[in-house]
């Protein structure tokens, strides 16, 4: 039988370490693992995590039996333990408390080969081992100030009125293109992984009046920038009764909350990844999260498509007047900016089929790309819906897609078609931008890239 391994300390409450404050003068136990260790004659400074927060135990000889102190002394990193003692105020400690230990079970001792040593490591061997990379202080700071990001947009939609209905992963078409689509075999059909939500939740607004959808999506883009990854996690807001103009204002107000909602609840965690930057991190000379969150102001610039484009040339690019903004060009565009730009009125022939097109210019769409500052480009793209059946029929068709595929699509404009708006936001950029990371892996727990499947 294996062991049955010890899951509290008796008689004393289990404190987390983010809520120590409320435990000030108290003995309680801390159920963790092991970060780190230093040894000073009679005192054993013990790092102890525990998901929540990082907490010094402070081990002093005369206060432990023997057999403990010297268990401390050789435990390896990430081992398992309970910890037991009293909360202390302490000024230098950096969540302001510290433990008087005065108990100490090891759960289960790590192997003494921990991988991630403390020391420089080069980015694959990190990403081999995400599963491990997860424990780091920095990577718990990305990763808390993400969830409360997807907190800060569910709570912003559903205060507004907008109501969560998912959309399908296996989808029978495109909507963002059929070069990017991932095929797979549906019970004899083919099918695809679906790239955008979207399609679909143009037929639930149309039911409900505002929605959205959450969850992933999927681009099977043949691309190694810091920007994309193969599977990522979009939001995508739709309305009926909404036009560009609404849309844009839709989405300044959401990057405002979002960055509002994470100055106030994940500023330490803002600090620590400021903390812990690599050299080539700190040469790009970000300012401080807190610093560059709290310039996120409205009213956000607003750019047309054409003047973005002179803008560029003037400064040396040979982009045409006719393109599509590429990764770099929207860097130079934002590069210097404080709070996001909106770029609006692209083309129609660099966007979807689905698009609008604005009634004073054919050439042009109804269209608004949102660049997040400091260089991190496109983390919104959306704008109004084509609403006209015959109008819609013929982009289908001019772009090459089977019509039988989207035949319900068509429907949505047959009964009762209304002007209808809404665009998708990418979470991992919003992340990276909001992070200050120079690259989108960061980001998620287990990110999948053109050349990364596992772990």
Same mark, same amino acid.
């Given at each position: ?6 899951? /509290? ?32 004659? *009679? ?16 081990? @002093? ?6 057999? =403990? ?15 037991? !003692?009293?909360?202390?105020?302490? /000024?230098?400690?950096?969540? !302001? ?17 921990? +991988? ?6 080069? =980015? ?19 990763? =808390? ?22 959309? +399908?992963?296996?989808? +029978? ?30 037929? =639930?607004?149309?039911? @409900? ?5 959450? !969850? ?50 994940? #500023? ?29 102001? *409205? ?5 047309? &498509? ?9 400064? #040396?690019?040979?982009? !045409? ?34 698009? *609008? ?15 997040? +500052? ?24 001019? &772009? ?19 002007? &209808? ?35």
């Amino acid at each position: 039988m294996s062991p049955v391994l010890p899951l /509290a300390l008796p008689g004393l409450p289990v404190a987390r370490i983010v809520e120590i404050a409320a435990f000030d003068g108290q003995r309680v136990q801390i159920r963790g693992w092991l970060y780190g260790k230093r040894s000073k004659g *009679k005192l054993h400074f013990l790092q102890v995590r525990d998901g929540s927060g990082l907490i010094q135990a402070v081990m @002093f000889k005369g206060d432990v039996d023997d057999a =403990t102190f010297a268990a401390a002394e050789t435990l390896p990193q990430e081992s398992s333990v309970l910890v037991g !003692g009293t909360v202390k105020a302490d /000024a230098r400690a950096p969540s !302001g408390f510290e433990l008087a230990c005065d108990t100490l079970v090891v759960v289960a001792a790590a192997q003494p080969d921990y +991988p991630i040593a403390p020391k420089e490591h080069g =980015t694959a061997f990190l990403m081999d081992h995400r599963h491990l990379w997860l424990r780091s202080r920095r990577q718990h700071a990305i990763l =808390t100030v993400r969830a409360r990001i997807v907190k800060a947009i569910r709570d912003f939609f559903d205060g507004r009125g907008f109501l969560l209905l998912d959309t +399908p992963i296996f989808t +029978p078409n495109a909507c963002e293109g059929t070069s990017t689509l991932f095929e797979t075999d549906y019970h004899g059909q083919k099918a695809y992984l679906s790239q955008s939500g979207q399609l679909y939740s143009e037929a =639930t607004a149309m039911a @409900f009046g505002r929605v959205y959808t959450f !969850g992933p999506t999927f681009r099977a883009e043949k691309s190694k920038t810091r920007r994309h990854l193969t599977e990522f996690w979009m939001v995508e807001p739709e309305q009926a009764y909404l036009d560009l103009d609404g849309t844009m204002e839709l989405a300044e107000d959401l990057l405002c909350a979002i960055c509002a909602d994470v100055l106030h609840d994940c #500023g330490a965690a803002l600090d620590t990844i400021d903390s812990i930057r690599s050299e080539a991190e700190e040469h790009r000379q970000l300012r401080p999260r807190r610093e560059a969150l709290a310039a996120v102001r *409205k009213p956000f610039p607003r750019m047309h &498509h054409r003047d973005a484009i002179a803008q560029l040339q003037a400064l #040396g690019s040979d982009i !045409g007047a006719g393109d599509d903004l590429g990764g770099d060009d929207e860097t130079v565009l934002t590069q210097r900016q404080e709070t996001p730009i909106l770029v609006h009125h692209y083309p129609a022939a660099v966007k979807a089929f689905y698009m *609008k097109r604005d009634p004073g210019d054919a050439e042009r769409s109804l269209s608004v790309d949102v660049l997040a +500052p400091e260089g991190y480009g496109e983390i919104v793209g959306g704008g109004q819906r084509e609403d006209d059946h015959d109008t819609l029929q013929n982009a289908i068709r001019h &772009h090459g897609l089977p019509e039988s595929a989207f035949d319900w699509y068509l429907d949505l404009r047959k009964y009762g078609s209304v002007p &209808h708006a809404g665009f998708g936001l990418g979470l991992e950029r919003t992340v990276a931008w909001v992070c200050g990371l120079p690259h989108v892996r960061e980001t998620a727990a287990f990110p999948r890239l053109m050349d990364r499947l596992r772990p």
